[in-house]
């Protein structure tokens, strides 16, 4: 069974910065691509970073130069560095499993099959 559990979300003020993690587990995690997401209330969920499992990084242009996404294949984990937080990243964050090796960088339920429960990140003024 495909599980993936999302931490570190929380409360930060502007500038700050955290770290996100997913663990995935109940499938070859290494083979598949990863991505994190975003979503306020309101609003279609946002795509934030995407992994391919070849390698190589891409990012939204609202965080590019202030957010990393990393993957640790040895671990199951994957990671979202978020420095230089702003106020309009507050949102609820969602790591996701693609369907291959590369990645759909848009949000795309089709797509990615499976989404972690989220977890909650607010950044204050």
């Known amino acids: 069974q495909v599980q993936l559990v999302e931490s570190g979300g929380g409360s930060v003020e502007a500038g700050g910065s955290l770290r996100l993690s997913c663990v995935a587990s109940g499938y070859r995690y290494s083979s598949y691509c990863m991505a994190w997401f975003r979503q306020v209330p309101g609003k279609e969920r946002e795509g934030v970073a995407f992994i391919p499992s070849i390698g190589g990084t891409i990012y939204g242009d609202s965080v590019k130069g202030r957010f990393t996404i990393s993957r640790d294949n040895t671990k199951n984990t994957l990671y979202l560095q978020m420095n230089s937080l702003k106020p309009e990243d507050t949102a609820m964050y969602y790591c996701?499993?693609?369907?291959?090796?590369?990645?759909?960088?848009?949000?795309?339920?089709?797509?990615?099959?499976?989404w972690g429960q989220g977890t909650q990140v607010t950044v204050s003024t």
């Open positions: 996701a499993k693609g369907r291959g090796v590369y990645c759909v960088t848009s949000y795309s339920r089709s797509y990615y099959d499976y």
